[in-house]
């Protein structure tokens, strides 16, 4: 990471953070416009997803979307434009170094669970192992509902979310952090998955108890191999089967632009 990403790996590297953009909004994380990824390429430098001239949705996200900025927030914009809450991005990936992507969504249940002050405890047993762990250590709560577009701001969530992988932000969504762009992003669903069980819980009446403790020991790390990359790849197929790959857009774009001006008009 000392001397960045080499040529050939930056365009990886956008078209992945393009794809995670993707996966978060067809999960319902991020709806519309709102929510980005940012993935760290060098100790003063990222990728992050910004907001183009044709801006039609995370959902759509195309790696020509992913920008490299440096850590003071200038860079290679274009026509671009940088999110609102890049403060977010830029003071999580100064203040903590170990930190290699950054994740910040808006799931509906997260958001509604912590304003009708449901708990996400570790309710969940094997059903969902890396939501026991992440409930069991305590889920941060960053109490300001107001839009991080600020150093200030940016320094104060930081706080509140300390050393932990996620934080809730009150009213308003979520960030989650990962030593891999896979991880952060697993992350924000796992946590999205935990909010919307305990919702249902108590939408049911139900006030579970945290699993036991000598059942909790018998659920195991399974790790990254496992929890990320899989369920990565798993995201990315249904992408593809839904023809929301960026693969497949890249094809239908080098069509079009291949294509004779009889062959438009006899699709058309």
Do not use: K
Not at 54 to 63: I, N, R, V
Not at 212 to 228: V, Y
Not at 247 to 252: D, S, T
């Amino acid at each position: 990471m000392r001397g960045g990403a080499v040529p050939g790996e930056l365009s990886s590297l956008r078209e992945r953070v393009a794809v995670a953009c993707r996966i978060l909004a067809r999960q319902g994380l991020a709806e519309g416009i709102l929510g980005h990824v940012s993935v760290r390429i060098a100790a003063d430098r990222l990728l992050i997803r910004c907001r183009g001239p044709a801006e039609e949705g995370l959902l759509f996200t195309s790696p020509e979307d992913v920008r490299l900025l440096g850590l003071d927030g200038m860079g290679e914009l274009g026509e671009h434009s940088p999110p609102n809450e890049l403060p977010l991005h830029l003071e999580t990936l100064r203040c903590r170094p170990e930190v290699m992507a950054v994740v910040h969504a808006h799931p509906p249940a997260v958001v509604a669970a912590d304003l009708a002050g449901v708990p996400l405890r570790p309710v969940l047993g094997a059903y969902n192992i890396p939501a026991s762990h992440l409930a069991a250590r305590g889920i941060p709560v960053y109490e300001r509902s107001v839009l991080i577009r600020r150093r200030d701001l940016a320094e104060e969530m930081l706080s509140a979310m300390g050393d932990e992988s996620v934080c809730l932000l009150r009213g308003h969504g979520i960030i989650t952090v990962g030593s891999t762009l896979e991880e952060a992003v697993v992350r924000a669903i796992t946590v999205d998955e935990l909010a919307r069980v305990c919702l249902d819980i108590a939408r049911c009446g139900g006030t579970p108890e945290p699993v036991p403790n000598e059942d909790f020991a018998e659920l195991p790390d399974l790790g990254s191999a496992f929890n990320d990359a899989l369920l990565w790849r798993s995201h990315v197929a249904r992408l593809r089967h839904e023809g929301l790959d960026i693969e497949r857009n890249n094809r239908a774009i080098d069509g079009v632009a291949g294509a004779s001006p009889g062959a438009l008009v006899e699709e058309r």
